[in-house]
């Protein structure tokens, strides 16, 4: 079906680092994003830091981050 025969001489560690690299630009993204966009539909007076979805999606990235770090 699919020929991945060229990533076999890629190494874990190499594999680790290229994925970390890809998370951290996914952060970087985010952290990029107008936090008018974030709060949208959201009252000024009425924002919590819990409505932040920059923060929700900084923790899924350290979690995914942390489960693929130890496996």
Known sequence: MLNFDWLSGISKETAKLIFFGLYFVVGALVMMLPNDYIFEGIAKENRHWWNN???????????????YYQF
Request: no cysteine; proline share 0%.
């Open 53 to 67: 979805l920059k923060l929700w999606s900084l923790a899924v990235l350290i979690i995914l981050a942390s489960v």
